[in-house]
């Protein structure tokens, strides 16, 4: 399916249109083992009763088959495995609505990407019971909001998202993504499943810390939006826009198509490498790619006629 919606703004009708593409699935249980490269179809779950979540000294009535031998062996005393019910587990979302999202040189801006992307992991845990928590950024605000019940959290979010994408609203961009990451630590528990999805226009070293850091006792995907022209500019003088100022660029430099060319290869990799090192699903999406049979290959593992 592919919309026909406008493509630098999103309505409600939109994202609640994503519902019926959503409803005969759900989000599946996490597979640690799984790296979802460039342009590959892995998907980073499996169908599994349990997320593991920590371990803890063994109490009398523990089951026997749940110590953790490695543990017990290192401490020289018995550590039992604690897994969270699939039922219970958290589902947070990082969506990135900031100005530098509000762009796009064909198909749709990657805010509306993002929206999308956003909305139908909120059905897909929807469908699931999962608790529902999000933060999402703003160019100078970050709000949030505790896992709840996914039913009574997505409507609010679907509201945020509409509101945040309203192209109209161009502002110079204060928040970082470090600053919303390091927000969300305190609101995201053991055993969640958590999604990132921006440009990671401004990622750094802060960032993979804290994204490592949850991979302790969580899993992470990584869904990065693009436009192809971050990749590569044609050659030429041409004007660009803020928003607010039009100048110039000459991009007719063999070194300012190697050095421009290279901030986006050099960002795709250290994304992919924390990926592959840590066991984090990645997702690669561009801006004029249809999103749904792509979100839906990434969490059920499979291809859908979408």
């Not at 226009?201 to 990584?222: F, H, M, N, Y």
């Amino acid at each position: 399916m592919h919309f026909d919606s406008p493509t630098v703004s999103a309505t409600l009708d939109d994202l609640l249109r994503l519902k019926k593409q959503a409803q005969r699935f759900e989000l599946k249980e996490t597979n640690r083992q799984a790296y979802l490269g460039w342009g590959q179809t892995k998907s980073p779950f499996k169908s599994k009763g349990l997320d593991f979540q920590e371990v803890r000294t063994y109490q009398p009535g523990d089951d026997i088959r749940q110590i953790d031998w490695r543990v017990t062996a290192k401490y020289g005393k018995p550590f039992t495995k604690l897994y969270t019910d699939e039922k219970e587990r958290q589902v947070f979302l990082i969506c990135d609505m900031r100005t530098r999202m509000k762009f796009a040189s064909r198909g749709r801006f990657k805010s509306i990407v993002c929206a999308y992307a956003t909305t139908l992991l909120a059905y897909l845990a929807a469908n699931k019971s999962d608790r529902l928590g999000f933060t999402i950024l703003t160019p100078e605000t970050i709000e949030t909001a505790r896992a709840y019940g996914s039913h009574e959290v997505t409507d609010g979010l679907l509201k945020l998202l509409v509101t945040s994408s309203d192209p109209t609203k161009i502002e110079s961009d204060q928040i970082t993504l470090q600053q919303a990451l390091q927000k969300s630590k305190p609101l995201i528990r053991a055993g969640s499943l958590i999604f990132i999805l921006s440009d990671f226009s401004d990622w750094s070293p802060a960032c993979e810390t804290i994204v490592r850091q949850w991979t302790q006792k969580s899993i992470c995907g990584l869904i990065h939006i693009y436009d192809e022209l971050e990749k590569q500019l044609p050659r030429g003088i041409f004007s660009v826009s803020d928003g607010k100022e039009i100048s110039a660029i000459d991009t007719r430099s063999h070194h300012f198509q190697v050095d421009y060319a290279d901030i986006f290869l050099k960002r795709t990799e250290a994304l992919q490498n924390l990926a592959r090192n840590f066991e984090i699903g990645y997702l690669p999406i561009r801006t004029d790619e249809n999103i749904i049979p792509k979100i839906l290959a990434y969490c059920i593992g499979e291809k859908n006629n979408a």
